[in-house]
């Protein structure tokens, strides 16, 4: 493992429980694992996994909107508490910053673009009145949108506008870790490579750190030199895109790999009913 | 780029979605809720008799250019009566459906944010409430501290707090676990600010609706109440009231009172409740 300087995250031995059911079918779901992790100031590093591996949790545990039972976060060199206070959670989003899956529910369908992104600026650095209209202005700029979107209600906007909001309101707090869960899954794929274009741009402008959670391999190639596998709440691989893509050592990313489509992946048709459906 | 036609002007036509919702019927009910209003507020501008005030020498009257719905057993004019008893029973289920839609939507809130044990706490809470019949709470409270509209009404609130908290706790956690929620926990910002700037304004159609099938049900608990003389007092004039003082003129043969006041009790509730189920029925916040 490198040293804490060139690390902007460093995660130890990280555990979550969850219990779930009621009654006699309760039982405990462990989220996280014992995940151990370090992410290179600068790099990007996607998180694959199927389902329910962790990896929304994980990201929920770096962002401070949920504890961990056991476990350690090094956060820009900042050991961070396991049970976030306000006060401490506010610091924390000027580190580090996430966008959400569903483009839709993650602007508040009431409030512009404006008031969206002005909430977070004076939240963290008293930005307000024409300067903070100003900076709204950069912004969006930034993520590709018109000062006319300013005023614009998020029902106003298509998905992929509704996500550039997204990031441009996580930018607005100057953040140098952008944690983007499932952030293109709901996109179309014309529209997917756009923003994972934008998103590359804003990397290299801003010197910003990601941290690109997807179950999609096709798009962690496009974005990523790094990846680790998750897999129960565990990390089962890591490495280079490639490596890791192309000649997997654990079966589970095999398996992935294998399950996931691809170009020249062609869907195998075994009946004729099968076939009417695929075509329909 | 992206960036797609927005030159159109974001015209958003509240008002146009607001009767499309509710329909012709819907605004007929509207308009006659309306028009109780405007006569409740404009009483005095619309008879010049005291509601209070009759003499025993012309009780039991007919209609007349002097008495338009004639008088009741005490020669009191009964149009006054009918149009000043408007504003004791809508002022009445107004305040119940005000207290009940804030009570509710305060343990909603709270609910919703602190979630796990709070929220099992206030499920709790309002078991309890439920156990209780609406009518029973209000007279306990009468039991306790005495007739009057001010204690039925704000007995009647608590009661009726369980049913809008319930539905506004359910679109409330749905909020809560959305991306822009998340968003704002995530800033820091305080669960007072989160709730009050982003959950609360997108719950409010829901309370809205709540309030208004919750006001129909308030006017007939009231009037049951004051008819059990639990609630108004004679000499204020009030439709439930009316109804049980016109018991004995209609075994006398005089049933006016008792039918005019039914009638604008049976038309204002059913007002109220075809808005409410028009803009959302049962799913919104209300007495189901
Ligand atoms: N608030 C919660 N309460 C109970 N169980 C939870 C909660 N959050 C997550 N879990 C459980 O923890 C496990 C990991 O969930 P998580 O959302 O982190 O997976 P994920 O990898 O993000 O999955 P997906 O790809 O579907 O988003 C799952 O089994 C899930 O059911
Ligand atoms: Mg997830």
Not at chain 1, 234 to 249: A, F, M, N, Q
Not at chain 2, 8 to 24: C, H, I, K, S, W
Not at chain 2, 78 to 93: K, P, Q
């Amino acid at each position: 493992m490198s040293t804490t300087a060139e690390n902007v995250i460093e995660i130890s031995g990280l555990r979550k429980q969850f219990a779930v059911g009621r009654g006699k079918r309760r039982r405990t779901v462990h989220a996280l694992d014992d995940v151990s992790l370090a992410v290179a100031d600068g790099s990007c590093l996607a998180v694959v996994g199927e389902s329910g591996s962790g990896k929304t949790t994980l990201a929920r545990i770096l962002v401070g909107l949920e504890s961990a039972d056991g476990g350690e976060v090094v956060l820009a060199g900042r050991p961070v508490a396991r049970r976030p206070r306000r006060a401490e959670r506010r610091a924390r989003a000027r580190d580090i910053q996430m966008v959400f899956q569903d483009p839709n529910g993650s602007l508040n369908r009431r409030r512009t673009v404006e008031a969206a992104i002005k909430e977070v600026l004076a939240a963290h650095h008293r930005v307000t009145g024409d300067e903070a209209r100003r900076r709204v202005g950069e912004l969006l700029d930034q993520v590709g949108l018109r000062p006319a979107h300013a005023r614009a209600l998020p029902g106003e906007l298509s998905g992929g506008q509704q996500q550039r909001v997204a990031i441009a309101r996580a930018l607005a707090a100057e953040p140098r870790v952008l944690v983007l869960d499932e952030a293109v899954a709901a996109l179309d794929v014309s529209v997917q490579a756009q923003v994972l274009n934008l998103l590359a741009e804003i990397r290299q402008a801003r010197r910003l750190t990601y941290l690109f959670i997807t179950h999609d391999l096709s798009v962690v190639r496009q974005v990523s030199e790094e990846v680790v596998v998750m897999r129960q709440g565990r990390i089962v691989e890591r490495g280079s895109t490639d490596e890791v893509l192309d000649r997997p050592r654990h079966a589970y990313t095999m398996l992935l790999r294998d399950s996931a489509p691809r170009p020249g992946w062609r869907p195998r048709l075994s009946t004729g009913a099968d076939a009417r459906e695929v075509e329909a | 780029m992206t960036a797609q036609t927005l030159d159109r002007p974001a015209v958003r036509r509240r008002g146009g979605d607001l009767a499309e919702r509710l329909g012709p019927l819907g605004l007929a009910a509207l308009a006659v809720v309306a028009l109780i209003t405007l006569a409740a507020l404009c009483a005095p501008l619309i008879t010049s008799h005291d509601p209070a005030v009759g003499s025993v020498i012309e009780r039991y009257q007919g209609p007349s250019a002097e008495h338009l719905l004639g008088t009741d057993q005490s020669g009191r004019d009964l149009l006054a009566r009918l149009l000043y008893g408007a504003r004791t029973s809508l002022l009445g289920a107004a305040v119940v459906v005000l207290l009940a839609g804030a009570g509710g939507a305060l343990l909603a809130l709270v609910a919703a944010w602190f979630g796990r044990t709070v929220d099992a706490l206030v499920g709790r809470v309002l078991d309890l409430l439920f156990a209780f019949p609406n009518l029973l709470l209000a007279i306990l409270a009468v039991a306790v501290f005495g007739t009057g509209l001010g204690q039925v009404t704000v007995a009647l609130a608590i009661a009726y707090v369980p049913y809008t908290a319930r539905v506004l706790r359910s679109v409330a956690l749905r909020e809560r676990r959305l991306g822009y929620v998340q968003a704002a926990e995530l800033q820091g910002l305080s669960g007072l600010v989160v709730s009050v700037r982003h959950i609360l304004p997108n719950i409010a159609p829901q309370i809205l609706t709540g309030a208004a099938i919750n006001f129909g049900y308030a006017m007939i608990d009231l009037a049951a109440l004051s008819f059990l003389g639990l609630g108004v007092q004679p000499p204020t004039a009030d439709w439930g009231l009316m109804v049980s003082q016109g018991k004995d003129s209609l075994l006398q043969g005089h049933p006016q009172q008792s039918v005019f006041a039914g009638v604008c009790i049976v038309v204002a509730v059913a007002a109220f409740s075809v808005i409410g189920e028009r803009l959302g029925g049962r799913k919104a916040g209300g007495r189901a």
